[in-house]
């Protein structure tokens, strides 16, 4: 029974290359490898292959050798030597540590200003405050004067 049940597959056929076309791609090959620059020839684009050829020592697999691709992703990260590393460039930031700063600053400035006096807290404290040493002196007075009071009572009474 065919593969594909009563219907029949449904795959392209088999197809197998001409040895002839074989052959003329492998001698095209082997003069591109002898020959680099016999397609271009200048000398001057002989000296700019040979330049990309040092630059990619990197034999590229499959798609990769047809296709120029520019995935920053891909990029092997290259490490620097200890003499390389400059210490005293100034760092980046990274997001997190940049607003970390900027909180914190304004947090101070806040303070800064409510110590003076000048935000809307500040105003609505000393108010608060203002009203609570009235009543603390009114208090006293009262006190005073009851305890004025009940001497002058126990003056009398002892008289």
Not at 28 to 41: F, V, W
């Amino acid at each position: 029974m065919p593969r594909g049940g009563k219907k029949g597959h449904k795959g392209r056929g088999k197809q197998f290359s001409n040895p002839e076309e074989i052959d003329r791609q492998m001698r095209a090959q082997k003069e591109l490898e002898e020959n680099p620059g016999a397609e271009k020839g200048s000398s001057e684009s002989e000296e700019e292959s040979s330049s990309d050829d040092e630059s990619e020592t990197k034999k590229r697999s499959g798609v990769e050798g047809l296709i120029e691709i520019e995935n920053p992703n891909r990029v092997s990260q290259k490490s620097k030597k200890v003499a390389e590393v400059d210490v005293s460039a100034p760092r980046e930031l990274s997001r997190r540590e940049r607003e970390e700063i900027e909180k914190q600053k304004s947090k101070e400035r806040y303070m800064k200003l409510h110590m003076e006096g000048k935000t809307e807290q500040a105003r609505a404290d000393l108010a608060r405050l203002a009203i609570i040493k009235k009543q603390r002196e009114e208090a006293a007075k009262k006190r005073d004067e009851l305890r004025k009071e009940k001497e002058a009572e126990e003056a009398k009474s002892k008289r």
